[in-house]
């Protein structure tokens, strides 16, 4: 219970708090003090020196998966075929209601009232999510979350020339912007963050062709390539956050296995949301296997890098 809910302050904008001694297991302790050795340090640059020809596994396997996703609305739309109708903000799956979680709730807090088809969206949708872990649907299927990669790429080779300098914020914004978005919902009786937000902008764009709107997108884009690395998805995203929320529980997790690991931060650099990823922190784990947190997209990411398989996926029960 205790770990349930520092994974959902965590997601909300807490900084992850460091472990007392008492904490930590006798196993784990006696792992935290092998791991301070000078002869684990040259290890960790064999490691290193292994992972730099490591193949992206986990990011083409996602790439691939977000691309047929998207492509599917857009086949669907324009060969009439039927198999999926509307956008990733609400559609029908061959029949079946769907709806975006954060724009159903924006929708019903417009309307003031429960709009039963869009409640069977929310439901139908918040158990796939759900089952795949929540934040998935941020990796794995989100057009922007592409464009964000893609944008980050530049961002970094910028910033290894000295370019670009990265601008990180309170991620406790992300938690105001959504009370705020919430509030102006239910205040003014219009959708007001889905004119915004640029995965529904995205993936309109992308089956019923561009709109102005898309200046908007591009305009993110600069600032996380200019200003702040993946400055949307990590401080402001109202709906990553929404997913999170309903992966609280979720079966499908990153777990990081300390016995393995090196401690080396290579998972940290790569990830979207490095605050789940404190317990590779050199003494910061408490149990020898540690399920990553709410906030974690399941991007596979940090497995990709990691040099001593020290993360990886697991389906477990829920909770
Ligand atoms: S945080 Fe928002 S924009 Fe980023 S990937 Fe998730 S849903 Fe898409
Ligand atoms: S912890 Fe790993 S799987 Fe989770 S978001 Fe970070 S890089 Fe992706």
């Known amino acids: ?8 302050a965590v997601l909300l904008g807490r900084t992850p708090p460091r472990p007392t001694p008492e904490d930590i297991s006798p196993r784990v302790r006696e792992i935290h003090e092998l791991q301070a050795m000078p002869m684990n340090r040259e290890q960790i640059r064999d490691a290193r020196a292994e992972m ?14 977000l691309i047929a996703v998207n492509l599917l609305f857009v086949l669907s739309y324009h060969l009439d075929i039927q198999l999926v109708e509307g956008a990733l903000t609400g559609s029908r799956f061959v029949g079946f209601h769907m709806a975006d979680v954060n724009s159903a709730l924006q929708v019903m807090l417009a309307y003031r009232h429960v709009v039963l088809n869009l409640l069977i969206g929310v439901v139908s949708v918040s158990l796939l999510w759900w089952a795949l872990g929540g934040r998935t ?14 944008g980050e790429i530049i961002h970094l080779r910028l910033a290894a020339r000295k370019l670009v300098k990265n601008h990180t914020f309170d991620r406790r914004g992300r938690t105001v912007l959504w009370l705020f978005f919430a509030v102006l919902a239910f205040v003014t009786g219009y959708t007001v963050y889905e004119t915004i937000s640029p995965t ?10 561009p709109g102005l709107a898309l200046v908007w997108v591009v305009a993110l884009l600069m600032f996380e390539i200019f200003y702040s690395r993946r400055g949307w998805c990590r401080y402001a995203c109202p709906i990553g956050l929404t997913y999170g929320l309903v992966g609280v529980l979720a079966p499908l997790k990153v777990v990081h296995n ?14 979207l949301v490095p ?25 596979g990411r940090c497995l990709d890098v990691c040099p001593t398989s020290s993360l990886s996926f697991k389906f477990k029960g829920p909770g």
Request: with cysteine; proline share 2%.
């Open 137 to 150: 649907f941020c990796s794995w299927v989100c057009p922007y979350h592409l464009l964000g990669e893609l």
């Open 200 to 209: 529904g902008i995205l993936s309109r764009a992308l089956i019923y062709g």
């Open 258 to 271: 300390i016995g393995q690991c090196h401690n080396d931060g290579a998972c940290r650099q790569v990830c």
């Open 52 to 65: 730099v020809s490591r193949p992206q596994t986990w990011r083409r396997r996602r790439w691939a998966v």
């Open 275 to 299: 605050h789940v990823l404190a317990t590779t922190i050199r003494g910061r784990a408490k149990t020898m296997n540690t399920d990553l947190g709410a906030d974690c997209t399941r991007c």
């Open 1 to 8: 219970m205790k770990a349930l809910l520092q994974s959902v």
